[in-house]
């Protein structure tokens, strides 16, 4: 039962990515060769390799880059939130690793919207790729699958549901919780970071994300809303 997780070790989590770089261009060569076979059986026919790469390798964790990540953990009726961006991965990454040094965070209990398939394994490949080990918690190898403290939204909505996906702005239409998509969506933060270069533009979005998440989450048991956000 979802009520039985003490909420307080919960940490809620949101990621945005973009293409590592901003033109098709910068690629090497071999690079936008391995860029084509990946997204060939992806793309509509007619979509060369170069015009997918502007829209979609920031979902590829072989060619884009995190740019925010997000965390939130409830405290009494308040979600203390604080975000690690920037335009140096390594160093983002370095500084969110490092909040999984304190002894309180041994506990923790990692919870996103599509994390399994998507924000969890994101993370934790792009610190091997940037010559780091991932956290402890994103570390899966010879675990069982009880032993994996994490929980994805989408997942505990789909009650077994294997053919069907929600996004996290329809479940927040369906539990009556303000729309986190009020001024950007997830479509547009490629070209808000590579051509508009506003990084905190994408930053609140984030944020806005993981307080929607984690009142998804306590939508789902039987909660009152939070509404009050402050720094963790």
């Not at 909420?7 to 690079?31: A, C, H, K, M, R």
């Not at 690793?97 to 304190?102: I, P, T, V």
């Amino acid at each position: 039962m979802l009520q039985s997780i003490p909420i307080e070790n919960v940490l809620f989590l949101d990621i945005e990515t973009v293409p590592f770089y901003s033109d098709w261009e910068q690629l090497d060569p071999q690079g936008q060769n391995l860029f084509d076979k990946k997204t060939a059986y992806r793309r509509p026919e007619e979509q060369s390799a170069e015009l997918y790469y502007g829209s979609h390798a920031g979902i590829y964790a072989e060619f884009g880059k995190i740019i925010c990540i997000s965390i939130g953990q409830v405290r009494g009726e308040a979600l203390r939130v604080k975000s690690y961006y920037g335009d140096d991965e390594r160093d983002l990454l370095e500084n969110f690793g490092a909040l999984f040094n304190h002894p309180k965070m041994q506990q923790v209990i990692l919870c996103a919207h599509n994390g399994k398939e998507f924000d969890f394994p994101w993370i934790a490949r792009r610190f091997l790729i940037q010559g780091m080990q991932p956290p402890k918690p994103f570390q899966l190898f010879g675990k069982k699958p009880w032993e994996i403290s994490h929980l994805d939204t989408m997942e505990l909505w789909k009650f077994g549901d294997f053919r069907s996906s929600v996004s996290l702005e329809l479940l927040a239409h369906v539990f009556s919780i303000p729309t986190p998509k009020d001024d950007i969506d997830g479509s547009m933060v490629s070209s808000i970071y590579h051509i508009d270069k506003d990084l905190f533009r994408i930053v609140k979005y984030c944020e806005k994300d993981v307080l929607t998440l984690a009142n998804i989450f306590r939508r789902m048991r039987q909660e009152d809303l939070l509404k009050i956000t402050e720094p963790l």
